[in-house]
Structures are given as C-alpha cells and as structure tokens.
C-alpha cells in the first residue's frame, strides 16, 4: 500500500511537471505567433483572368480571310499557352516595360516597410553608369538635402537635392517630388537598392501563378503576390499585355515573310515590265502600226497564253528551288510559306508544308516551358527530321515535272512562233513585243494580288488571347499574414514541441530511470533504494543519523536480514558495473549502520586497482590489504580504527602490479577465516563488475552479493550484465541496490525513499528537512529545473 501511494504521487508530480512545460511553451508559441502577426509584412494576392482560343474553341477574330493560305494556326493548347506566360523571356520582355528598376522602403523602428514609390521625392539613375545591384543606399531627407550612407561601403555624407552622388559602383541623385513635402517629413528615413533585370525576372516567375478557371474551359487565371499590390496589378496587366503583343507578332511573322517574298520578286518584274512598255510604244510610234490583223491576233492569244503558263511555271520552280535551299539547312527551324501563296495547288506538298509548320510551332512553345533534353521535344525533332525527308523527296519530283512542264511549253511556244514568222515583219515584231509586254504584266497584277491578300491578312489579324478581367484593386485580398492560423499553428506547436521533446527524450534515453526500468529487465530482487546525497559528507549515516538517507540505509539493513538467516558472520560482497555508481559510499553508509545497530563490522577496500577508501577516512594508504597479502604485514598491522564505535576497516594499500592475483592466495583465504572469527559483519568494497573480474572471484566467499546501479547514470544495458551474472550464478544471492534516487516528494517533509521502504514519522522527523523552500525553489523545482 505504501509502495502504491509513492509511485501515484511520483506520477502525478510528473504530470503536474509536464503541463508546466506544455502550458510554458503554448504561451511561448502563441507569443511568436502574435509577433509574426503583429511584424510581418501583410502580403497581397492580385488576379486577372484571360481567354485563349483553344484548338476547340471558335473563332473570335476574322482568321479566315484567306482559307488557301493556311498561314495562321487557328488554335492554341491551354497547356502549352501556361507554359509560355511563366516562361523567361515573356517575364523579362514585361519587366523591361515596367518601371522596377528600382525597390524602396521606408524604415520603421522594428520592420521595413516596401514601397512602390516615394511621395516625397524619387531616384534618377544615369543610365550611361554601371549600377552595383542590390546595394541598400541609405537616404534620410532633410530640408535643404539629404544624409546618403551606402552599406559596405563606408559611404556617409549630405548632398543637395538634384545633385548627383558618383561613385565606382553607382550614380543617381535624389530629385523631391514636391520641397514641401520633404521637409515636413524630413525625419522619415528610407533606402533603396537597383534591381538587377535576372533577379526581377526570377522572383516574379516564382510568383507569378497560371491556373484554368474550369477544367474543360480555356479561360486561365493569372495571379501574383507581394507586399505591394499597386506593383503586382501593373506587372499583370503589362504581363497580359506582353502575352497578347507576343501571340501577334508570332503570328504576322508568315505574312511579313510571305510580303518580303512577293517584293523580291515584283523588284525583278518591275523593270522587265518598264522595259517592254516603253518598247512597245516607241514601235507603234515608229511603224504607224496600232492593231494586228485577225491571224496575227489568233497567233498573238494563243502564245501570250502560252508565255503566261510559263511564267506561273516559272515561279513554281522558284518556290520549289526556295524550298529545297530551306531544306538543305538543317538549323533552319522558321515556319515555311505556304504553296498556295505561289498558286501551287499540289496536294500532297500542301499537307507536307501544314505539318512541318504545325510542328515547328509545338516545339517553339515546348522550348518555352521545357528543358533541353525533354522527350516530347526528342520525339518532334524526329518527326520534324522524317518530314524533312519526305519534304526534299516530293519537291525533288515537283522539279523533275516542273521540268517536263517548261520543256513541252517551250515545243509549244517554238511551234507558234514558226507561226508567226509567216506574217509581214512589223506585223511579227508587234507580236513579240506585245507578247513580252503582255507577260510581264500579267505576273507583276497576279504578285500585286498576291501581295494585297497577304497584307490583308495582316491587317485583319487579330490575338488568339483576350483580357476579360483586367488586374484592379478590388482584386486584391490578403493571403498573409494569416492571424487565427498562425494562432492555432502556435498552440499545436507548443503542444508538439514539448511532446516530441519526451518521446525524443524517453526514445534515446538510456539509463536506468526508475523502478519499473529494473522490474521490466531483471528477475533479480530489489533489495532497496538510497536517496540523492546533497551534502559534502560521504558519512550520511553518521553525520545526520536521523535524515532520510539514514533511514534508507537502515530499510537496506532490515532488507538484508531477510538474506542472511543464519547466525553466523555475514560477509556482504558490494560492487557495480563502472565506477561513479556508488559502490564505496554504499559500503561505508551500510557498514556505518551496521556498526551503529551494536554490531561488530569490518570494512574492507578490495579495489586493488584504483583505491578510494582511505580518501573518504582521510587516512594514508601505505600499508592495507595489499601489504597484508604480499607478506609484510599481518592483519593486525592492517586493521584500522574509525570515529565510529564497532567499525574497522582495511585499506586497499599501495596498488599492487598482480592484484587479481593476491586475491587468489592461500594468504587471501587465511585472511577470510581469521575475520570471520572477529566480526559480525564484513563488507567488501570491490571493483567493478563490468571491468575486472575481481568481484566475481570475492563471490565465493560472500554470503550477500549486492549490485549498485545509479538512476540516471547507469545504463540499461548494465541490467544485462546483472542478468548474465545471475542467470549463470556467478554472483549467487545476489540483489540490486538503487543509489542517488531523486524522489520528488513533499517539499519541508520527509522525502519517499524506497519505494514503499521508507517510514513516515511526520514532517518534523528528519533534521535535514526542516528547512524551508522559498516560492521559487519551489517553482522551479515542480518544473524541474533544480534538484
């Protein structure tokens, strides 16, 4: 019963410690919450939306002008599109628009407060100088100038507004808004760093993100964050502005290629159509010949027909002949133009060029989101590569026809022109030159043409993209800090951190912490337990005969008597597995209590090896057991008298070089039998169990084997020590003795040694506990802080 009641306060001292510490860190978690909350910077989110013509989606522009062309992709995938408003170059082309060159902020006492300008005056930089990025420059306005400090550089004087500070990394002057304003706030401090364009254009790529409104829709959502929201709406709204600007130009690129093709070949046709006209008139002027007769008219249509079909032949073999110098340039990655543009009608080589210029668009968009390597670029560089193939082997054939074409038109031609040799000769040279004038006419209007539908197109392009809801200030709502979760993240931080902390604590802890650490491991009994020794003096039984330390000395005694039945000499064997554990105060504190019970005791120092007895009686160590067993003293030379009355003892002596061997001698087992005869008790002080086997031999000739272990130092391994040494008898009697228990109890009243083997006389009983605890003693030991 009395063992219960000590082990159920001793718990609830526990629980009452660690709420303590639970309720200690809730408050510490919600005090660092209410800073974050009351310290950070609010953050921003802004959010604007755009529509994308997806390749589902209709038309909302006027696309299909010019059906045949086949020069614009009519759609766009979403996904791609998401990709190529978060890629680099949109975000670099949107912050060189911006006005960011420069981040301000104004200084507080504990926090800086960003700023998307200043009211009170602005920085001009000169650009024709090298700006160091990211240098804080320090301004604190005054009413005729300002304080500049530059940090790193030890930079620190006044300058007047509108002059220019200069030095090797930066140049600017500080220009005020308005002199009023910077004097009524000249105590105002601010600073101010030059932003890099790659840094800019990273942080707002981080920023920036790209959402679908709806899974099946092609509206997307664009949104950014920051403690500036004015900053965010502009860099959204030039962002979309970029994107749509972008998608234009991408998309005028064939008509402009297409405009710069019909030019080169109009510069050719022009003069050659200057040429003959001008010829044409000077011989009608000339010959007085205005019109040609009926047969030379007939003639006349039918080879300026056959001169027409030439020249459209003509300019089929320029594209063909365009495209085969385009192939042969692997590198070249531009979009083709279109056959139709030249009056190419060939069906298979229409399909061709479509699919080449619909799988160079993918890759330009997958360039803009992936990375170099990425398998779906691998799979449409192949399929670019096997249309390539295909490509120069159709063109190959269209030139081999083309060829076959030019050549029957020229039989065709040759046989009109016999024709025409029959007629008069001013009548024939009319033809011809009617004929030349005829052609080149008809191919400079059908480029004209040509020219006209491509500019058209142009004109009447229009974005695949459009704004629905522009980025505005009632777009913008705060995302952080975020108040009652940074409240609720600190209580469960400070339930976990104390929480993890035990289990932590308990999980890797491996000494032996209290009684349920030794039941749970060992069979061997528990003999008793001795309390935390807080005073100097290692003779607690002596000093303070009524404390409670002597007391659990005495339960240890009237333990042992339950051991030692008979009535004859007891010899008590005690050690433990390293030294510190308290083996030689436990001997000398049980041979004092025996010696005080009227009881004839001897205290022997057996370790040999590292001696401390004579340390604790204050006594020199120059004879003692060693002496004895080598033969240069006898027992009566070596017994030694001590303050107490019925207590001797015996040095361990000089350390010997073979002390495992002196134990072992015949000399050793007379010793044994002469003081067996003398005393009622004798107690061996031994070495450790755990280094040297000494204790093990001194078994044989013990009649009580006691195994100290300390809390909280020992180690649990040591119990299977304890274990191996019972379970193969090499310590027979054997039980365990807890030292240096720290046992919270009362505080002014008696402490619960012994679980269950102490006595409970009153509070006034032990002299060494009527001292009072101050409160703070007394908090700080609930929390167990002080022992």
Same mark, same amino acid.
């Given at each position: ?479 952080? &800090? #975020? ?5 609720? +993240?600190?209580?469960? %931080? $400070?339930?976990?951190?104390? !929480? @993890? ?109 590292? &001696? #401390? ?5 204050? +006594?020199?160590?120059? %004879? $003692?057991?060693?002496?004895? !067993? @080598? ?110 228990? #720290? ?10 040694? $012994? ?33």
């Amino acid at each position: 019963m009395k063992e219960e009641t000590v082990d159920i306060k001793k718990y609830l001292w526990m629980i009452l410690r660690n709420w303590f510490w639970f309720m200690a860190s809730i408050i510490v978690g919600l005090g660092a919450a209410y800073i974050i909350n009351r310290y950070s910077d609010p953050i921003y989110r802004v959010s604007m939306t755009i529509m994308i013509k997806s390749d589902e989606g209709s038309n909302y522009g006027n696309n299909n002008l010019i059906d045949g062309f086949n020069l614009f992709q009519q759609g766009k995938k979403i996904e791609n599109e998401m990709a190529v408003i978060k890629s680099y170059d949109l975000t670099r082309r949107t912050i060189e628009e911006l006005d960011f060159d420069i981040s301000y902020f104004g200084l507080g006492r504990i926090r800086e407060r960003p700023k998307y300008n200043i009211n009170e005056f602005f920085v001009e930089l000169d650009t024709s100088h090298y700006q160091q990025p990211n240098v804080p420059v320090y301004i604190a306005p005054k009413p005729h100038g300002y304080r500049v400090s530059i940090e790193g550089m030890e930079v620190k004087k006044m300058m007047n507004y509108g002059e220019f500070f200069e030095n090797e990394y930066l140049k600017f002057r500080i220009i005020p808004r308005d002199s009023n304003s910077v004097m009524s706030t000249s105590h105002e401090q601010y600073y101010f760093y030059v932003n890099s364009v790659e840094g800019l254009t990273a942080q707002y790529r981080r920023k920036l993100s790209v959402e679908k409104t709806t899974e099946e829709g092609s509206v997307l959502m664009l949104s950014s964050s920051g403690p500036v929201p004015q900053k965010e709406i502009d860099f959204l709204n030039a962002l979309a502005s970029v994107y749509i600007q972008s998608g234009l130009e991408d998309k005028n690129i064939i008509a402009e290629n297409t405009i710069e093709f019909i030019d080169e070949q109009l510069a050719g046709i022009a003069d050659s159509l200057m040429h003959t006209e001008q010829n044409l008139l000077n011989f009608r002027l000339n010959n007085d010949i205005i019109n040609i007769d009926q047969e030379g008219q007939a003639l006349f249509a039918q080879i300026e027909e056959l001169h027409s079909k030439k020249a459209q032949e003509i300019v089929h073999r320029k594209y063909y002949k365009y495209l085969k110098t385009y192939l042969s340039d692997p590198d070249n990655q531009t979009e083709l133009l279109a056959p139709a543009l030249v009056g190419v009608q060939d069906n298979g080589l229409v399909s061709l060029v479509g699919q080449i210029n619909q799988l160079y668009q993918q890759r330009q968009t997958l360039q803009f989101s992936t990375r170099r390597g990425n398998p779906k670029l691998d799979l449409i560089d192949e399929q670019i590569a096997s249309l390539h193939r295909a490509l120069i082997e159709n063109v190959s054939n269209l030139m081999k026809k083309s060829d076959m074409v030019l050549a029957d038109l020229d039989e065709r031609i040759a046989e009109v022109n016999s024709e025409i040799k029959k007629l008069p000769v001013n009548e024939r040279q009319l033809i011809n030159i009617q004929r030349k004038f005829n052609l080149n006419d008809n191919i400079y209007t059908y480029l004209l043409e040509k020219r006209a539908e491509a500019g058209i197109k142009k004109a009447s392009n229009v974005s695949d993209a459009k704004i629905l809801d522009k980025a505005r200030p009632s777009s913008v709502y705060m995302v952080g &800090p #975020k108040y009652k979760m940074n409240y609720i +993240m600190g209580i469960i %931080i $400070g339930i976990m951190v104390p !929480l @993890i902390i035990i289990l932590l604590r308990d999980f890797f802890n491996t000494r032996i912490m209290d009684k349920k650490d030794i039941e749970d491991n060992t069979s061997v009994p528990m003999l008793g337990v001795v309390g935390h020794n807080a005073s100097d003096s290692e003779f607690v039984v002596k000093d303070k005969p009524k404390s409670a330390m002597a007391e659990s000395f005495r339960s240890v005694k009237t333990n042992l008597q339950y051991i030692l039945l008979d009535n004859k000499t007891k010899i008590i064997n005690i050690t433990s597995a390293v030294s510190g554990e308290g083996k030689t105060f436990s001997s000398i504190n049980l041979a004092a209590i025996m010696a005080l019970s009227n009881k004839k005791t001897l205290l022997v120092g057996l370790d040999l090896r590292k &001696p #401390k007895l004579h340390v604790e009686f204050q +006594m020199e160590n120059n %004879i $003692g057991l060693s002496t004895y !067993l @080598i033969g240069n003293h006898e027992i009566d030379d070596v017994v030694m008298p001590t303050p107490i009355d019925n207590l001797s003892v015996i040095l361990s002596g000089p350390t010997p070089v073979n002390p495992a061997q002196l134990i072992e001698t015949e000399r050793f087992e007379q010793f044994i039998k002469v003081v067996r005869e003398r005393y009622d008790y004798i107690i061996f002080d031994t070495p450790p169990a755990a280094l040297v086997s000494d204790s093990v031999v001194l078994a044989r000739y013990a009649d009580a084997n006691i195994f100290v272990v300390r809390q909280n130092y020992s180690n649990k391994n040591v119990l299977e020590l304890i274990n191996e040494l019972h379970n193969n008898n090499r310590l027979p009697n054997m039980s365990i003795l807890v030292n240096d228990v #720290k046992t919270k109890g009362y505080y002014g009243g008696m402490y619960g040694y $012994g679980y269950g083997y102490g006595y409970g006389y009153g509070e006034n009983y032990y002299v060494d506990d009527k001292k009072k605890v101050s409160f703070k003693d007394k908090f700080l030991f609930l929390l167990n802080l002080k022992k």
